[in-house]
């Protein structure tokens, strides 16, 4: 095999070093007005431009996007409907189902029906949620038999909320209150039971 065959050198492989500096892009200057540094590193151009970036130094590149809006001239409503569609990658939605005539939409764009029945939907959803938010229903632990006997004392149930035993209690003790009865003896015995039951039900946390 010759050595200096023209086919061995259309074959030869090389260097690394060449191919290094083949791979190595030639880096563009920065585009900061006034700056003749390297752009080595991309910025996006903004809203409507997609896929195209500014080349800035280090230095630049962290001013602008410090600086960098990606909602500069959108009202306060655009800057809401884009975040909502953002939630679905801006990609319009029906139930499963249905196509986009069902649902007022037509190439991907939703008519003035559909989101006028869509509002109202969320609305009637939210009225719901709020309302059994609202009416959720309390959930007490076992009484033990000492707080059963103090409510049953109060002459209350075992249901009785905070503000029943508040509102009993207040009523009992002017009820059986001495200077209301005379002086009676079974008056104050009643109301020292009163007393006892009602503290008893406040350092348990009922009352």
Not at 116 to 121: F, G, K, P, Q, T
Not at 179 to 205: C, F, M, T
Request: with cysteine.
């Amino acid at each position: 095999m010759k050595l200096d065959s023209k086919f061995f050198d259309s074959i030869r492989v090389s260097s690394r070093r060449q191919q290094g500096a083949k791979k190595e892009p030639r880096a563009n200057g920065c585009q900061w007005k006034g700056c003749d540094k390297p752009g080595s590193h991309k910025a996006p151009k903004g809203r409507g431009r997609d896929g195209e970036y500014f080349h800035f130094c280090m230095d630049h590149v962290r001013q602008y996007n410090h600086e960098y809006n990606y909602f500069d001239g959108m009202s306060d409503a655009e800057v809401n409907n884009f975040r909502k569609d953002a939630l679905t990658g801006h990609r319009p939605t029906w139930k499963a189902g249905a196509n986009a005539w069902a649902h007022g939409t037509r190439d991907g764009v939703r008519t003035a029906e559909a989101a006028e029945r869509v509002a109202a939907s969320t609305q009637k959803m939210t009225r719901r949620a709020r309302s059994s938010r609202t009416e959720a229903p309390t959930f007490r632990r076992q009484l033990k038999p000492l707080e059963r006997k103090a409510l049953h004392t109060l002459d209350l149930g075992e249901q009785a909320t905070r503000e029943d035993i508040k509102s009993r209690f207040k009523e009992l003790v002017k009820m059986h209150h001495p200077d209301a009865n005379g002086g009676d003896s079974r008056s104050e015995e009643k109301l020292r039971e009163i007393l006892q039951a009602y503290n008893h039900l406040k350092q348990s946390g009922l009352a």
